[in-house]
Structure formats: C-alpha cells, structure tokens
C-alpha cells in the first residue's frame, strides 16, 4: 500500500492507504482528526473547509495522493497556539458573538474566515462585502449575520 506524508498542525504524518482516499478521510479515520466535517462530499456545503499551504481548500474532494510531503495542512485542531492554549482570534470572535447553533459547519466555517482575512490583510486591505458573498460554506442553522458579525472582528485582531 502507498505511502503518503505531508506536515498536518505543524506535525509531519505518514499513512498507507490508497492513492485515491480523499484527504478528509485520511484525516478523519486514518489520523483522527475530525474537526473538519464531512456534509456533501462534493466540494460543496464545504463543512470540511482546512487550509492547504496557508489558503482554504475542502478535503473531501482531494485525493490524498496530490499531497506533497512539503505541503502544510492545518485544520481547525491546529488554529489555537498550542503552547499557551489561547484561541485564535476567530475562534474567539466566534465565542464572543455567540455564532455556533447546531455547530456542524462551525469548524470550516471559522477555517474559510481566517483564509479570506488573511488574504486580504497580504493585499493591504480589508474585507469587503465581495469578500463575504466569496465565502460559500452552508449553515443550515442560518447564522449568516452572526458569521459576519464574527469575522469583522477577529479581523480587526488579526
């Protein structure tokens, strides 16, 4: 069975499996990590939202066989400072605007936010309402005002 390596919350892993698993399968039964969740499967609903090198992608439509050893995948697990425990700014903001209903797509959701912000911040800007509508998880708790709310200010702290 192949092997397949690459560095996920700041930490290199190696699993055997098939070189068509996708990734959020690798990471939810091969390594345990299930902050990213599995919805559509499609590359739609996007409640499995990491980041890949610093930018969002949706595990669930990629084969574990296009991650390189170099690339960097982080999810939600490894958004918090591990050393001091303390909650990234989104997460926080999260807690503060009381976002979370149900909480299913929470964790992709807050990974979408923290790429879109970045994005910006490195184009010396900040978010517009393009930014917003750019953002295409599904809450079917329908806490779209509150996600805003939310990411406005974490922006602010980031």
């Given amino acids: 069975m192949p092997q397949h390596s690459f560095q996920l919350n700041g930490k290199q892993v ?10 959020l399968w690798v990471l939810r039964d091969l390594l345990g990590v299930t ?10 609903c996007k409640a499995c939202t990491s980041h890949i090198n610093g930018k969002a992608f949706n595990p669930c439509s990629v084969p574990v066989s296009d991650i390189k050893a170099t690339d960097e995948i982080t999810t939600i697990e490894g958004l918090a400072d591990e ?20 909480g299913y797509c929470q964790p992709g959701q807050i990974m979408a936010a923290v790429a879109k912000v970045k994005a910006a911040k ?20 329908g806490t779209y005002f509150r996600i805003r709310e939310a990411i406005k200010t974490a922006e602010a702290k980031m």
Avoid: S
């Fill in 35 to 44: 902050g990213p969740k599995y919805g559509c499967g499609l590359n739609v």
């Fill in 122 to 141: 490195a184009e010396g800007r900040e978010l517009t309402d393009a930014d917003f509508d750019d953002i295409r998880n599904i809450c079917r708790c």
């Fill in 14 to 23: 190696t699993v055997d499996t098939e070189d068509n698993v996708r990734l």
């Fill in 83 to 102: 050393q001091t425990g303390t909650l990234h700014p989104m997460q926080e903001a999260w807690l503060d605007h009381d976002v979370a209903q149900c």
